[in-house]
């Protein structure tokens, strides 16, 4: 099998259970306005966008 290169699909780029981990500490804040929850979903996004790229 090849070596992994950068960019390669195959390549864990983070720990599944980490990004649970920071998701659900995002998401599990309390938002007292739609725009803290705007924030904390915007937050949770960049998380999973960050994992995945």
Do not use: C, F, Y
Request: zero cysteines.
């Amino acid at each position: 099998m090849d070596p992994v290169k950068p960019h390669d699909p195959r390549a864990t780029s983070a720990d599944p259970e980490e990004v649970v981990a920071q998701v659900n500490e995002v998401l599990g804040r309390t938002a007292e306005s739609l725009k803290e929850e705007a924030l904390n979903l915007e937050q949770a996004h960049g998380i999973l966008n960050e994992a995945l790229s």
